[in-house]
Structure formats: C-alpha cells, structure tokens
C-alpha cells in the first residue's frame, strides 16, 4: 500500500468548502474521491472565475486529487446510479441541509439500507438539532454568532476575517471525524453518522473568550489588531510596511524591554502579567510603534528574530507567493489546467506524515470528466451513458 486510504471510496456531494475540502483531505492520503456535481456544475466550481471558461479558484484548490462526476440524483435513473455508487463506497460527504438529504435519498436512513457499512459525513450551518436547524448559513454567519466578529475589528464596526476559517476548521473536523468512524467500523463492521456544523465549529474558536464572559463578566471590546490579554502583541508601521508582533508570557515580555530599552518595565506593576500587560496595551503599543517607525521592516525583523520574539511581516498575496520561505519550503504545488495558460498554486497537505506522507497527484476535474470511466465501472454500456447524457441525468 503506498497511501494511508488507499483502497477507501469516496462519493463527495459537498459544495462550497466544508464538504469539498473534507474530501480533498481523504484524498490527499490515498482515498478516490468522486465528486458528485449537478448536470450544469455546482455553484462552487464557478466562483472568484479564475480561467477562460469561468472555472473558480476556490475549486481549483479543493477538488484536486478528485475524479468529476455529473449526476442528477432526484431523478428515478439517477436514484438508481446512487444506489449502486453507494454500495461500492466507504463514505459518502454532503453538506447539505436535513431536508435536502432526504429529498435526495442521502440521509443516513437510506444509505445505511443499501449499504449497512456506509459512512455518512455530513455538515450544517447550525446541526440538525434546535430551532435553526433548518436554517441555512455560510462562515460568516457563524463567525458573527459566535462572537468572533465582535471582538474583530473596532468597536463601532464588527469585521469578519477575510480568510473562511470556519469553514475549513469544520472540514479538518469532519475529515477528523470520519476518520474515527472508519475505524471504528474496522471494529465493529458498521457505519455511522458523522455531523459538524459551522456555528459548532466557530464556538469551539471563541470557547475561552464565551467562558471568561460567563465567569467574569468583562464586557471585552475590540482592540482591532491589539491582544487584550498580553502585550506588545500588536501590527505596527516601519518605514516601509507593516508587521505583527506578539509576546505572550514573561520570559518574551522582559526579553523585548530589553530590545527597545525599557528595562525599568520589568518591576512596573502596570506590566506585571500579560493580563494587565493587556489592560496596559495601548501604552507598550505605542512604545513599540515607536521603536518600529525608526526601522524598515526587515531591519525590525532581524532585531526581533535576535531577540527571539515571535514577527511577522504584513504581505499581500503577490508578496505571499513570492516570500521566500514559503517558496523554499514548497509550500504549494504548482498545477495546470486545461484552460488556462499558466501554472496556479495549491497549497500542500498540511498535515505532514514521514511515512506515507499525503501528496497532490491531479488537478480538479472538469465538468463530467470522469463520467463515462465512473459509470463503464458501475457496468453502464456506452449507449446507456449516452442515453443518459441526452437525458440529462448525467
């Protein structure tokens, strides 16, 4: 065996991102992945458009290492594809709400009858249980309940990350989870239900500022790039761009007093932990800005790496794929598709294994790619794919 999953079987119904990257991370470690559109493509394979035929980024990142399939599963002939794709896998993925699933015969109920072993990954905005259950969500909603955005940004204006980073942390959960399930059947023989949602996943994120809230009462505020509850952690201007710093902890604190001369700090009481280094953090802040303003960024970086304290410097995405760190440790695979003209980046598996290590072999299929190899293996002739074409089930 030359991959972990090797041998697993995927059928991949997700869209957008948390179901589509948990399968591009089964995939990355030797499942086959089958990523199941609709005839005229999901929604997702057409955002941020990136190539001449309108395919998106966020697509040529999540469904590498995927063969592409085109199904319309509501249909009598398409419920019967399901079926016989559902008998030969291990897993079936679909972010889809509860309703959704049952119309479509991929609530775990259905599959387990065809398929007793089936594992059922499925996740929601906000789960299957309590009154928006029903609801329907993206990242950003979850970010806003959850607290997130509250505390991000200033206080007259609550600002969501750029980055979705709910949605990917629900994926690596529900990769987790799946994982789990799939050896418990090596136990048990079984399958069962695995279930993430959104607003679960950004709750884990903001758990210690809900529980400090809850027990303490603070009533925090946002601070926008500043920690509350240690410092300098901060961004700051050089003379050329900016950086983020951070300190956390005492060794760091008196290791940086040191750096821009404010030995006296040490036995200040308005700096005696991080908390109060925290309560204190406009003042360190603009001791640190000050220090910044008189250097470029690499010159504070270099300053800063000597004195072992955590930096970074501020890139936009051009400076991101050019940063040569991220380009000596290759930290993305350069790709290529059918129509475009140029090599795209996707980011390597970030899970790093030293035996069996996952890797990206292919690209993102395009629209039905595999159609004819998917369905020739269920035992469909050519004329009956043909017939399904014309029909519009595949």
């Given at each position: 065996m030359t991959s972990i999953l090797e041998g697993v079987k995927v059928l991949d119904f997700g869209r957008y991102i948390a179901g589509p990257f948990c399968g591009a991370l089964l995939a990355?470690?030797?499942?086959?992945?089958?990523?199941?559109?609709?005839?005229?493509?999901?929604?997702d394979r057409y955002l941020t458009p990136v190539t001449e035929d309108g395919q998106g980024a966020m697509f040529l990142q999540l469904n590498r290492n995927k063969l592409g399939m085109t199904?319309?599963?509501?249909?009598?002939?398409?419920?019967?594809?399901?079926?016989?794709?559902?008998?030969?896998?291990d897993i079936v993925i679909?972010?889809?709400?509860?309703?959704?699933?049952?119309?479509?015969?991929?609530?775990?109920?259905?599959?387990?009858?065809?398929?007793?072993?089936?594992?059922?990954?499925?996740?929601?905005?906000?789960g299957t249980t309590g009154p928006y259950a029903e609801r329907v969500g993206f990242d950003g909603v979850a970010q806003a309940m959850s607290g997130a955005m509250d505390m991000t940004g200033n206080p007259d204006e609550p600002t969501k990350a750029y980055a979705p980073y709910v949605d990917f942390c629900s994926a690596s959960l529900a990769a987790f989870g799946t994982l789990l399930a799939y050896m418990d059947r090596d136990k048990t023989g079984k399958?069962?239900?695995?279930?993430?949602?959104?607003?679960?996943?950004?709750?884990?994120?903001?758990?210690?500022?809900?529980?400090?809230?809850?027990?303490?009462?603070?009533?925090?505020?946002?601070?926008?790039?500043?920690?509350?509850?240690?410092?300098?952690?901060?961004?700051?201007?050089?003379?050329?761009?900016?950086?983020?710093?951070?300190?956390?902890?005492?060794?760091?604190?008196?290791?940086?007093?040191?750096?821009?001369?404010?030995?006296?700090?040490?036995?200040?009481?308005?700096?005696?932990?991080?908390?109060?280094?925290?309560?204190?953090?406009?003042?360190?802040?603009?001791?640190?800005?000050?220090?910044?303003?008189?250097?470029?960024?690499?010159?504070?970086?270099?300053?800063?790496?000597?004195?072992?304290?955590?930096?970074?410097?501020?890139?936009?995405?051009?400076?991101?794929?050019?940063?040569?760190?991220?380009?000596?440790?290759?930290?993305?695979?350069?790709?290529?598709?059918?129509?475009?003209?140029?090599?795209?980046?996707?980011?390597?598996?970030?899970?790093?294994l030293s035996k069996k290590p996952g890797n990206i072999r292919t690209r993102s299929p395009q629209l039905g790619e595999h159609n004819k190899q998917i369905l020739s293996g269920l035992g469909y002739s050519e004329d009956e794919i043909e017939e399904l074409k014309e029909n519009r089930i595949i």
């Open positions: 990355d470690y030797g499942a086959e992945v089958i990523r199941i559109e609709r005839v005229d493509g999901s929604e199904l319309n599963p509501t249909k009598e002939k398409g419920k019967e594809i399901v079926k016989k794709l559902v008998k030969n896998s679909a972010n889809l709400p509860e309703s959704t699933l049952k119309s479509m015969g991929l609530d775990y109920e259905s599959l387990n009858k065809i398929n007793p072993k089936i594992i059922l990954t499925s996740n929601t905005a906000f399958g069962q239900r695995v279930q993430t949602s959104l607003l679960q996943t950004a709750l884990t994120t903001t758990n210690s500022l809900l529980i400090e809230q809850e027990l303490l009462k603070v009533n925090r505020t946002a601070t926008l790039n500043r920690s509350q509850t240690s410092g300098p952690s901060d961004t700051f201007k050089t003379k050329d761009g900016w950086i983020l710093v951070q300190t956390v902890g005492q060794p760091l604190f008196e290791r940086w007093v040191n750096l821009v001369g404010e030995e006296k700090w040490i036995d200040d009481p308005r700096f005696k932990d991080d908390l109060i280094r925290g309560e204190n953090g406009t003042i360190i802040s603009e001791r640190m800005a000050k220090w910044c303003s008189e250097r470029t960024n690499q010159e504070a970086i270099k300053e800063l790496e000597k004195s072992r304290i955590p930096v970074g410097e501020v890139l936009k995405a051009e400076e991101t794929l050019q940063e040569p760190h991220i380009i000596e440790k290759e930290a993305f695979i350069k790709m290529q598709y059918p129509t475009l003209d140029k090599d795209y980046s996707v980011a390597a598996p970030a899970v790093e």
